[in-house]
Every structure is written in structure tokens, then in C-alpha cells.
């Protein structure tokens, strides 16, 4: 089913108002007083309706098999609701919530009795609660329907924006590590001062916990320090690379031929593999210390949803299948397979424990001067690859019996990338 914008974010919002709901009744029945324990000050629990809209992205085509649709909905939602809670720590270094007495849990963040019921609740919300709310969202007039739902979505992103604000400035008191925040935090605190004070206690009776004086994580002096944006683009690019020169030589000895693996048009950029080692970073940086069993658990959990993922949204996207796992044993639908996830439980052992290290002294050696020019003049070129990269893929999508270039960028994209050259670039691309 194709989905338009408005349809996805009222989906987001009515989710992220019952979850909210649901951690309302929690929080005031434990408290024995009334508790908004969401992120922003609204009536949105946000990471409910992410859940719920990511699980009707990828699991739809699921929703006649109740066992796999059981056990996506549970994988999803228990690796969004580990993601959600590393996320907040990076924010404050502090666990908003702790799961570490009940058993059967992993990190504190997740246990197993939440997430049999992540997983009964998203299956029950893919099988009859989407189709409820659209018929819903078909019986309010089409202008009031998209105002409510723009408007509505605009104040949460305001919302989200002053919590966020609030958070860092939490933050911001409590050690060195807040000093990378400051300048953007102290200017949207003195433009709505009262209003993000009003925030910040909220948060702190919702959460104690983020009170307490924040460890330091951060390093001074060097380019790209701690695990902060340059040091993350810096890393995202040498997985982009690293993870194309992996996939060539193995198709290589595999299938014995030497083949483009590139994601992007220009240059050898494998960006699946940069944004997961990117992901592995932000996620696993504080872990790297605990045994390898634990990377390797998250790695492979993490790795296979994640390939998933890509996979169902490139098809969306750009409408093709980047990839088949079809003829390997123990696959899902194609997209992924046992075998693949164990060997991103083993990557990102390797990744944590053996090459991180070294990566991140290596990128901190670079002259502050130089690596920020560098790092710059490299950003603007890899969002104009990743640009064209997808108006190319859009372009060759639409060229499969559809009509000829009408607009100049059509025009100037077929001249420059005709089939001849996408199918060099994506040799195993095929049209869903």
C-alpha cells in the first residue's frame, strides 16, 4: 500500500497520543498523583507512534503470517524502545528508566514480559488498529483533516524541540560534557526562558533520575573529540568505504566476479554500512567495555533488523530490490537471513572492540583547522551524491515503461545516468 505524508503522521500522532495515555496511567498509578512521564509536554508519547509507523512500513507485507508478525512486531518495537533509552543516556548519561530488577533483562532498557507485549500490541495495532484509524481519517473532510494533522505535527516538533532544549540544558549544569551544547542551549533558553523552565521540572518529577550530576565523557583539545558529530561523519564515511571494499572482494570470491557495490553514483560508498556503523557507535560506545557476547547479542538483533529495514524502504523509495537472500536457508522474506545477522554480531564485536579505537585516534590526529575544513567541503559533497544518487534511482524507476523526461532535472538525469550506467552502478538492482 502506498502511503502519503499525511496519512503516515496522523498515524504517528494517534499512537503517540495512546501511548502517551498508557504511560500517563503507569506513571500516575505508581506515583499516586498525576504524571506526564512523555518526552515533550503534550499529550504525545512519541516513540509509539515511530514504532507503530516503522512496523507498517516494513511488516505489512507480514500481516498474513501472525507467527513472523509476532515476532517482527516484538523485534521492532523492544530495538526501538533499547534505541529511545541509549538515545536519552547520550542526552544526560543517565538511564531514564531501569529494568535491571525485573528478570530477563538485557541492558536495564528491555526485558522479556515487555516485549511479548510490544509484540502482541503491534501485531494487534498492523492487524485492526491501522485500519481502524484510517477509516477514521477518511471520514474527516480532506481540508480540516490535513490542518489538523499539519498543524498538530508542527506543534510537536516545537514541542519536541523545547523538551530537547530543556534536556540539554539540564545537562548543561551538570559537568563539562554540557559545554558542547552551550551556545545553542543558552540561546533558546533566554528566548523562551519560563516556558523551558516549566519543562525542565516536569522532566525532573517525571524523572528523577536525570538530576543527578551527569559523568564526563568528553576529551578537550583534539578535532572530532568524544563521540560528537565530526567524529561520527568522519566514521560514517570510512564505513561507507570500508563496507564497499568489503562487499567487492566478497562477491569476488563468492561469485567470481568483480561488481559495483556502491550505494551512491559517484565514488566507491557503501552507505548501509555507514549509517550502521554509525548506529553501532552512537548505541554501543558506552558498552564497549562488556563482554563480547553482549556486542555480539545486540550486533546481531540490531544488524538484522536494520537490513531489514533498508531493505523495505529502498523497494518503497525508489522501487527496487537492492538485494535476494531468497535461496539462502533461514530467510525473511528475502531481506535477511540468520546467517548475515550472525555476521553483523561478529562486525560489530570487531567494530567495538578492535578497529573503533583506533579509527577514533587516528580521525582525533587530524589538525583542528583542517579537519573542519575538510570535514565540511566532504559533507556538501556526499548530500549532493546522495541527492542525485536518489533522483537517479527515482528517475530509473520511472523510466521502466513509464513516460519520457518532461522537467529539466529528468532531462539532465537521463542524459547523465541512462540505463546503461544505473545497471553498471546497480548490477543487482531489479524493479519490484
Not at 522537467?407 to 540505463?419: A, H, K, L, M, R
Amino acid at each position: 500500500m502506498q502511503y502519503t505524508f499525511t496519512q503516515l503522521f496522523w498515524l504517528l500522532l494517534v499512537y503517540s497520543f495512546i501511548g502517551w495515555i498508557i504511560e500517563a496511567m503507569v506513571g500516575s498509578i505508581k506515583n499516586r498523583h498525576f504524571t506526564n512521564r512523555g518526552f515533550s509536554t503534550g499529550p504525545f508519547c512519541l516513540v509509539y507512534g515511530v514504532a507503530v509507523v516503522i512496523m507498517e512500513l516494513t511488516l505489512s507485507e507480514l500481516i498474513d503470517n501472525p507467527v513472523f508478525l509476532l515476532i517482527g512486531c516484538g523485534l521492532q518495537a523492544t530495538i526501538i524502545e533499547w534505541i529511545t533509552g541509549k538515545v536519552l543516556e547520550r542526552l544526560n548519561h543517565h538511564k531514564w528508566w531501569d529494568y535491571s530488577k525485573k528478570k530477563w533483562n538485557f541492558d536495564g532498557y528491555i526485558c522479556l514480559q515487555y516485549s511479548l507485549l510490544w509484540a502482541v500490541l503491534g501485531a494487534v495495532a498492523l492487524r485492526y488498529g491501522n485500519t481502524f484509524f484510517f477509516f477514521l481519517y477518511s471520514l474527516i473532510p480532506t481540508p480540516l483533516r490535513d490542518i489538523l494533522v499539519w498543524g498538530l505535527v508542527i506543534y510537536l516538533a516545537a514541542d519536541t524541540l523545547v523538551s530537547f532544549t530543556a534536556v540539554l540544558h539540564l545537562q548543561h549544569g551538570r559537568g563539562p560534557s554540557g559545554r558542547q551544547h552551550r551556545k545553542f542551549t543558552d540561546l533558546l533558553f533566554r528566548a523562551s526562558r519560563t516556558f523551558i523552565g516549566y519543562v525542565e521540572r516536569r522532566m525532573e518529577k517525571a524523572y528523577p533520575i536525570i538530576q543527578e550530576r551527569a559523568e564526563e565523557i568528553l576529551k578537550e583539545g583534539h578535532f572530532a573529540e568524544g563521540c560528537g558529530f565530526y567524529k561520527l561523519f568522519w566514521l560514517f564515511l570510512i564505513g561507507s568505504l570500508l563496507g564497499d571494499i568489503t562487499e567487492t572482494i566478497f562477491c569476488r570470491i563468492t561469485a567470481g566476479v568483480w561488481m559495483s557495490r556502491s550505494s551512491l553514483v559517484w565514488g566507491p560508498f557503501s552507505i548501509v554500512w555507514g549509517f550502521a556503523i554509525v548506529l553501532a557507535t552512537i548505541l554501543l560506545y558506552k558498552d564497549r567495555d562488556k563482554p563480547d557476547r553482549h556486542i555480539f547479542l545486540i550486533g546481531t538483533l540490531l544488524g538484522g533488523a536494520y537490513e531489514y529495514m533498508c531493505s523495505v524502504l529502498g523497494e518503497l523509495v525508489f522501487g527496487q530490490v537492492f538485494w535476494d537472500y531468497s535461496e539462502i536457508p533461514f530467510n525473511l522474506g528475502g531481506r535477511v537471513n540468520l546467517l548475515y545477522c550472525f555476521f553483523w554480531g561478529i562486525a560489530a564485536v570487531i567494530w567495538i572492540k578492535g578497529l573503533y579505537p583506533h579509527f577514533s585516534k587516528w580521525i582525533e590526529k587530524i589538525p583542528k583547522l583542517t579537519g573542519y575544513i575538510a570535514s565540511w567541503i566532504l559533507i556538501v559533497f556526499m548530500a549532493a551524491d546522495l541527492m542525485v544518487s536518489a533522483a537517479a534511482l527515482i528517475r530509473y524507476d520511472q523510466r521502466a515503461g513509464g513516460p519520457p523526461a518532461k522537467s529539466g532535472w529528468e532531462q539532465v538525469i537521463d542524459t547523465n545516468f541512462d540505463d546503461a550506467r544505473m545497471k553498471e552502478i546497480y548490477p543487482n538492482a531489479k524493479f519490484r
